[in-house]
């Protein structure tokens, strides 16, 4: 781990990835096609620290695993991100966008599955007590056999171990762990028996801590659970979409790959409510003609790689369950490609049968490729009416919606009548509750207490939105059967969900735009962040050449003209020489570096191609602007301005 005095040591040091000498360009394409991949990651995470994207937190306490800072560039990409995000997916498709709580009553998590089902497979170190994952250590072990060996019956054997793993039972996982004697991997101390360990962190609510709770894993159960609220607010109609971004937790056991895998991390989440039966979209058409690499499970399994599939054949043939799933597969494709994610490093892959939620209809991932290989970066999921369903039951509150029907239609049906002159007298102010509470009551709910009632007069039946259990009479409720006439139907919405790790987004993004390019001795190659405008964390730097009043009377004008345009930018007036000043620029990816050489003129300089033009000082902000803002073409000002050249440009 870097100290923070090692890193403001390096930072004294000329911008360059001296390990490479003078030949050797790098880039994730160049990575990948060598295979030298630790010295490119290497020289991606050491500029990121060194120029404060982002840091691991606490370094003067020696760190925790899995938890990481972001500086103020880094900070800036993230805050690039969502606005991109909320302008793409939110304005765009007239989503409502909320803000839920992060602490979360154990009660809701209890409903959702997460406190039984989110979980990972974990053992222990016997000697050290150190925490491993135990999916990742078989995985490990049995893709290192491997390497040394590709065929005969072990190696079948291994293959098939890889091919099922998700599938592995937690007893099951436990036996081929003894069975090929894994031990703990640096340590190789004997490991323990394995357990599921949950990765929420667990606390309490109130100063009394009676009230058990969590961080959130997710942002989407407050979307759920206020589902009626925002049915309502958007005049019971469907489909409607509510979006949110947030900070959630999970207490990964292993964590590691910098930003790919932490510990606290940022989520985009979309909640696309739809009438099950009718997932179809009316801007399907807009997205229908993209090609895209995409790796349906049928080729997966036959050992296929991916392929470039048109997305409405995708549609029409069922490879894609529905047009809506279709939709945001689409839109989540144009929204990576427009921040600067290389489209032929970028595939969605559809889940295999043993990794589908058993609620899920389908599900696809935007993976990224990246130095540690393919990685989920956004889940795209029909994850049906479960989530709803679940909360309705548990609750007690009905989170249903409804549409007319154009003719009266003859149902066999549960009538579940509240006595609310008996309830009030016996609840009182929690009359309302336990009213929706029964009325939310499933046909099988309903039944069995008719039962019950019919035999004993009386039983216990817990509202959750009181938090106990309450004694329900005979007297109190009518349960009958009967046909009546419907005009309405009245169903549990399914929902579509497209979730966005930004912090995985982000770090492949980092290493997708960085490249590095040979100074003008060829002694050292230097970093560029080739970051689009947009992703940009400052659009200009602003440095006078020397430092005099006169400059820097120049660039403090600039300075308050970029902002009026809402860019931003830095000033440098270290004093250090213009060309490593511009090595730094193009380390933070700023477009565009502004030199003040003049009273009267600066240059402009773009940072791809590093060609100069001279700008009056007036004009200069509103030229970077215009260009960061897709006004103008950096060909248009090249066309337009005075060329510049300047050898120290190049060093």
Not at 97 to 124: I, Q, W, Y
Request: glycine fraction near 6%; proline fraction near 4%.
């Amino acid at each position: 781990m870097q100290t923070t005095m090692e890193a403001a040591e390096q930072s004294k040091k000329p911008s360059s990835v001296e390990s490479q000498g003078n030949a050797v360009e790098i880039s994730l394409q160049t990575a990948l096609s060598s295979g030298n991949l630790e010295a490119f990651r290497k020289a991606v995470v050491n500029t990121l620290e060194r120029r404060l994207f982002y840091k691991p937190s606490f370094e003067i306490y020696k760190g925790v695993a899995g938890l990481y800072d972001l500086g103020a560039p880094g900070f800036l990409v993230e805050l690039n991100i969502i606005n991109f995000w909320r302008k793409f997916f939110v304005r765009e498709e007239n989503m409502a966008e909320v803000r839920c709580a992060s602490l979360t009553p154990e009660a809701v998590l209890k409903a959702s599955g997460h406190v039984d089902k989110f979980t990972d497979p974990m053992v222990n170190d016997v000697i050290t007590g150190e925490c491993h994952r135990a999916d990742h250590l078989l995985k490990d072990y049995c893709e290192k056999k491997l390497e040394k060996d590709h065929s005969g019956e072990e190696a079948d054997e291994l293959k098939n171990v890889l091919a099922v793993l998700e599938d592995l039972s937690i007893e099951d996982l436990g036996k081929k762990i003894k069975e090929y004697g894994i031990t703990a991997p640096v340590t190789k101390n004997p490991l323990s028996d394995l357990y599921p360990f949950n990765l929420m962190f667990q606390t309490s609510i109130g100063p009394a801590g009676l009230i058990p709770g969590y961080m959130r894993p997710e942002t989407a159960q407050g979307i759920f659970v206020n589902f009626k609220d925002y049915y309502y607010d958007n005049g019971k109609k469907l489909p409607l979409a509510v979006a949110q971004t947030g900070l959630v937790f999970r207490n990964e056991i292993s964590p590691r790959q910098g930003l790919l895998r932490t510990r606290e991390f940022m989520l985009a989440e979309i909640e696309h409510f739809v009438d099950p039966d009718n997932k179809s979209h009316p801007k399907f058409p807009d997205v229908a003609k993209l090609e895209i690499l995409m790796f349906p499970r049928e080729e997966q399994t036959s050992g296929q790689a991916a392929k470039k599939l048109v997305l409405g054949e995708a549609v029409v043939k069922g490879t894609v369950n529905s047009e809506t799933l279709g939709y945001f597969i689409g839109r989540v494709y144009l929204f990576l490609t427009r921040l600067g994610i290389d489209k032929e490093r970028l595939r969605f892959r559809q889940h295999l049968a043993n990794e589908m939620a058993h609620y899920a209809a389908d599900c696809w991932d935007a993976e990224i490729e990246c130095s540690y290989g393919w990685k989920e970066c956004v889940g795209i999921a029909d994850r049906s009416a479960y989530d709803l369903y679940a909360h309705s039951e548990k609750s007690r509150v009905a989170l249903v919606a409804e549409v007319k029907l154009a003719e009266l239609k003859e149902v066999e049906k549960i009538v579940i009548t509240p006595v609310k002159r008996e309830l009030g007298l016996a609840f009182k102010g929690d009359q309302k509750k336990v009213v929706e509470a029964l009325e939310a009551m499933s046909e099988q709910e309903a039944m069995e207490m008719k039962a019950t009632l019919d035999s004993k007069g009386e039983m216990e039946f817990e509202v959750c939105t009181l938090g106990r259990n309450v004694s329900i009479k005979k007297n109190m409720v009518s349960i009958t059967k009967k046909m009546t006439k419907e005009h309405v139907r009245v169903f549990t919405p399914s929902v579509i969900e497209p979730s966005f790790g930004i912090g995985r987004i982000m770090y492949c993004l980092y290493e997708h735009k960085f490249s590095t390019r040979p100074s003008k001795a060829g002694d050292e190659q230097l970093n560029v962040y080739r970051f689009d405008p947009l992703l940009a964390p400052y659009k200009c730097m602003v440095f006078p050449l020397v430092q005099n009043q006169q400059f820097e009377e120049a660039a403090k004008f600039i300075s308050k003209e970029l902002k009026s345009f809402d860019m931003s930018h830095k000033i440098d007036i270290t004093g250090t020489s213009i060309g490593k000043r511009y090595a730094k620029s193009d380390e933070f990816g700023a477009p565009f570096a502004i030199t003040v050489d003049s009273e009267t003129s600066v240059t402009i300089r773009e940072r791809d191609s590093k060609d100069q033009v001279r700008v009056n000082v007036k004009e200069a902000a509103s030229v970077v602007s215009s260009v960061v803002e897709g006004k103008m073409t950096w060909q248009d000002v090249w066309a337009s301005f005075p060329h510049h050249s300047s050898a120290a440009s190049d060093e």
